[in-house]
C-alpha cells in the first residue's frame, strides 16, 4: 500500500477489506468511492480455478450486457463490397478491406472490435501477428467471423462484449459506468457472471469461482461473496 497516493488509503478505510459483500452492497461501496473527476469504469474480476494452458479449460465467449457498457464501441468490418455498406448501415465506424489492412500494417488500431467475413478471412490472416497480440482477431468462436454483418455490428453497438481467461486463470471485464443506476450495474454483472459461470469447461476440477472483485477504474476493490451471487445466476 506504500505507493498508494493519499485518495486511495482514503478510500480502504471506508468498508472492511477482510469481508465479502452480497453484489448490492459491493456497487454501493464501489459507486461511493467513484470520485474521481471522469466517470469511471465499473469493473469486475473473476478468478477461476482452471488452468488456461490446456486447451480444454479455456474459458472464452460473448456476452450482450442488458444495460450495455456506457462506452461507445469502434467497430471495424473488413469485407468486400456491397458488405461494407451493410456495415456502414448497421452503425460501424468503418468498412472496408484492402485500405484498412494498409493502414493496419502502418500502425493504425483506432478501433475496440474488428468483424469479418469469411471469404476475406485469408487476407486478415496475413495481418494476424499484428491484431493477436492486440486482441482484435476476428474469431468465428466469438461471432466476429460472419456474413451477418448487420445483426453482428447491432449486437457490438448495443453491449456485446467479449471475454476470455488470461494465463493466471483470471477474467477481467469493464460492465457498466459507474454512473449506472445500482440496479444496472447488478444486471449487467449477474448477465456476466451467469455467461462465465456457465461456460465452465467439463474438464475443470475442484472449485470453479475462486474468488470475484468489483471495482471502479480508480478505486479500490471489494470481494464479493461469491456463494450469494451464485443463488443469482438463473
Known amino acids: 500500500m506504500r505507493n498508494r497516493g493519499k485518495r486511495y488509503q482514503a478510500l480502504i478505510k471506508t468498508y472492511d477489506l477482510s469481508n465479502s459483500f ?3 452492497e459491493a456497487i454501493e461501496i464501489v459507486k461511493r468511492n467513484a470520485n474521481a473527476k471522469f466517470d469511471e469504469s465499473f469493473e469486475i474480476s473473476i478468478n477461476l480455478g482452471v488452468d488456461p494452458r490446456k486447451a480444454d479449460q479455456m474459458v472464452r465467449g460473448t456476452v450482450s450486457l442488458p444495460h450495455g457498457t456506457g462506452k461507445d464501441v469502434r467497430v471495424l ?5 456491397p458488405k461494407d455498406q451493410e456495415a456502414l448501415d448497421a452503425g460501424a465506424d468503418h468498412a472496408g478491406l484492402e485500405d484498412y489492412i494498409e493502414k493496419i500494417k502502418g500502425g493504425w488500431a483506432d478501433v475496440d472490435v474488428i468483424v469479418a467475413t469469411p471469404d476475406v ?11 493477436g497480440p492486440r486482441g482484435l482477431m476476428p474469431n468465428p468462436k466469438v461471432g466476429t467471423v460472419t456474413f451477418d454483418i448487420e445483426k453482428t ?18 477474467i ?12 444496472q ?16 469447461p467439463v474438464s475443470a476440477k475442484g472449485k470453479y469461482v475462486k474468488s470475484v472483485h468489483i471495482s471502479s477504474t480508480m478505486g479500490p476493490s471489494v470481494k464479493i461473496n461469491d456463494l450469494t451471487f451464485l443463488q443469482e445466476v438463473k
Open 22 to 24: 452480497d453484489i448490492r
Open 77 to 81: 468490418v473488413l469485407c468486400k463490397t
Open 121 to 131: 478471412m485469408g487476407e486478415v490472416g496475413k495481418i494476424g501477428r499484428i491484431l
Open 153 to 170: 455490428v447491432k449486437e457490438l453497438k448495443a453491449g456485446k462484449i467479449e471475454y476470455r481467461v488470461d494465463k493466471t486463470g483470471n
Open 172 to 183: 477481467h471485464a469493464a460492465v457498466g459506468k459507474c454512473s449506472f443506476s445500482p440496479e
Open 185 to 200: 450495474l447488478a444486471n449487467n454483472a449477474i448477465t456476466f457472471f451467469s455467461s462465465i459461470v456457465k461456460a465452465k
